[in-house]
């Protein structure tokens, strides 16, 4: 599988989603390898990503790069604890898998949006990370087919995690500030 090939089911399988539109399963590969590749484009788009942030202060070492990309990772880190937190208090049988693929990809375009429009107009990436509740809240509802009170709560404690983690962390590790 192409990444081109991997990126564009996926886009596919998340208008499906965002539609409601039963088949987009078939989009996604929902196996191991599956996650290994949407795990291996979002860590390259994450490079992009800092390689496009670098523009206006230059590309950092080795050492910057790796904790720029681990900062990124975190949001893979948040949604997990997102997903495990909604599906053991709703006791939901919904694999970790099937939510955490079609997640990443999200993740993934946020990512390749976000280096765009960080490009343009810094601010706009605040409305951007807000906009990523309702593709959350879909993901809940169709993916894992939990009631509407529920998948808002996923789709809210997800962005907040993916907004709070690497903050708080950031926070943590400048204590002068």
Partial sequence: MTIWS???KAYTGWMMILRGEPGWRAQFSLAWPGLVTSLAIFLFCAFLAIAAASTYQGMPGLVGVMD???AQA???VAVWI???LNARILKSDIGTRTMMIPAIYLLI???LAGAIINLIMPLAVLVLTAGLAYPFYRLGRVVADWPVANALIFAVLTVVLLVGIPLTLYILSNPSL
């Fill in 6 to 8: 991997a990126l564009s």
């Fill in 68 to 70: 720029a990309l681990l």
């Fill in 74 to 76: 975190l949001w893979i």
């Fill in 82 to 84: 997102s997903v495990r």
């Fill in 109 to 111: 375009f946020y990512l």
